[in-house]
């Protein structure tokens, strides 16, 4: 059974934080749409349920975020878990990458698919500025590792930031079209557009329109309506445009879950969620805990239309 919203858009993929917590500090994390200073995380056993409750209405994938997801001792095992599910045909991540390379290998072992490594910058210098840490060779060793244990195909996350990185752009897609691995151009999100926003915002029509010179082909993906511009010696760069983008919205195909167990039907608001996690924790049915689900999905709607 394919469960679509009150807008006809089907619900096909689950985002789920499995914590807040990171070794990195980057300036413009938004924290997947979370309020700030939770503690409370799901176990693997509750992680799986959800999935479980969702897969029969067409969920087949799952991406873990976080905060970081690889400083839970225990991501191989939330893996494992949403991998035996039945109806999920792949279970994805989005990593810093710092911890990456000691988990590459045993993390496709358990089941995961394929990763997107968040580099916003090939500079050490602006690495630190962007993270608040240092660590910029741990994410290339991550990024190397991840390759070589087969978590493909691997995108690297860049965030263009007004002021900081945008003179990186051609020297990213080389990094990538070396290595095999695809670029994704991200457009800087902030749902209240404050002071931030302002500051470091990045208008991406420069780089669309230096992409569509050098591009053989473009396509349009069928998630979010975004563009893949395929580059001459095979490498692709996506570009990921949320902000005010009405056909953003209107094909967005995922329900998200928050670290502390809420269904969350759009990244940009906090004021429709669904708490799933605590009737788990007081022993719903299966029938309460689909009927939660349910009410998440008839909550959606597009954020701009």
Do not use: W
């Given at each position: ?32 749409g979370e309020l700030p200073d939770n503690n409370v995380e799901m176990t693997p056993e ?94 290339l060793l991550g990024i190397e590792k991840a390759v070589e244990a087969g978590l493909q ?87 990921v445009r949320p902000m005010h983008n009405t056909e953003f919205c209107r094909y967005c ?53």
């Amino acid at each position: 059974m394919r469960l679509t919203d009150p807008y006809g858009r089907p619900m096909e993929s689950m985002r789920v934080a499995v914590t807040q917590r990171c070794n990195l500090h980057c300036f413009y994390c938004h924290q997947e749409g979370e309020l700030p200073d939770n503690n409370v995380e799901m176990t693997p056993e509750e992680i799986q349920r959800i999935v479980t409750v969702a897969a029969p209405f067409g969920v087949e994938n799952v991406k873990l975020t976080g905060g970081e997801p690889l400083v839970r001792n225990d991501i191989t095992e939330i893996v494992s878990r949403i991998r035996e599910v039945p109806g999920i045909k792949e279970v994805s991540m989005t990593t810093n990458g710092v911890l990456l390379a000691e988990h590459a290998e045993c993390l496709k072992k358990f089941g995961l698919s394929r990763v997107n490594v968040s580099l916003d910058t090939l500079e050490p210098k602006r690495f630190a500025q962007i993270t608040g840490a240092a660590g910029m060779e741990a994410v290339l060793l991550g990024i190397e590792k991840a390759v070589e244990a087969g978590l493909q195909p691997l995108k690297v996350n860049m965030v263009l930031l007004k002021g900081v990185n945008e003179d990186e752009v051609s020297g990213m897609i080389d990094f990538v079209m070396q290595r095999g691995l695809i670029l994704q151009i991200i457009e800087l999100e902030s749902p209240d557009e404050g002071e931030l926003y302002k500051k470091y915002h990045a208008e991406l029509d420069v780089v669309e329109s230096y992409l569509k010179e050098k591009a053989e082909s473009i396509t349009v993906r069928r998630m979010h309506h975004r563009r893949k511009y395929r580059l001459p010696n095979g490498g692709e760069v996506e570009i990921v445009r949320p902000m005010h983008n009405t056909e953003f919205c209107r094909y967005c195909n995922r329900i998200r879950v928050t670290s502390d167990g809420r269904l969350k039907p759009c990244l940009f608001r906090n004021d429709n969620l669904v708490d799933i996690l605590r009737p788990i924790r007081e022993g719903a049915s299966e029938e309460t805990l689909k009927n939660l689900l349910l009410e998440a999905v008839q909550r959606r709607e597009p954020y701009f239309k």
